[in-house]
């Protein structure tokens, strides 16, 4: 099993970034996908997941319309958009393959102007 991010991004206030998660060596459809980020000195912190079969997704409630997840099928990959940034959003950001311990290297997101 690979979960593999797209590279580190370096973005300004307001502005928005996608970032990829390519899964690979099992069945992409039969696994949620969770996306979880980690802010400097700080824990953990889970944002949500998203279904691959259908789309259907759920956000924590602090990312609830600030962060949008989909899922293009056909390339077995999963994106999480974030909208608006800040410089509270500066963070390492991980896929996982919900319920293992299948993880993403981590995409670097720096927000500053």
């Known amino acids: 099993v690979q979960l593999v991010q797209s590279g580190a991004e370096l973005r300004n206030p307001g502005a928005s970034v996608k970032v990829s998660c390519k899964a690979s060596?099992?069945?992409?459809?039969?696994?949620?996908i969770e996306w979880v980020r980690q802010a400097p000195g700080q824990g953990l912190e889970w944002m949500g997941r998203?279904?691959?079969?259908?789309?259907?997704?759920a956000y924590a409630q602090k990312f609830q319309g600030r962060v949008a997840f989909t899922v293009d099928t056909s390339r077995s990959t999963v994106y999480v958009e974030l909208k608006s940034l800040r410089s509270e959003n500066t963070a390492e950001y991980y896929c996982n393959r919900g319920g293992f311990r299948d993880w993403g290297q981590g995409t670097q997101v720096t927000v500053s102007s």
């Open positions: 998203i279904d691959p079969e259908d789309g259907g997704t």
């Open positions: 060596g099992y069945t992409f459809t039969s696994y949620y």
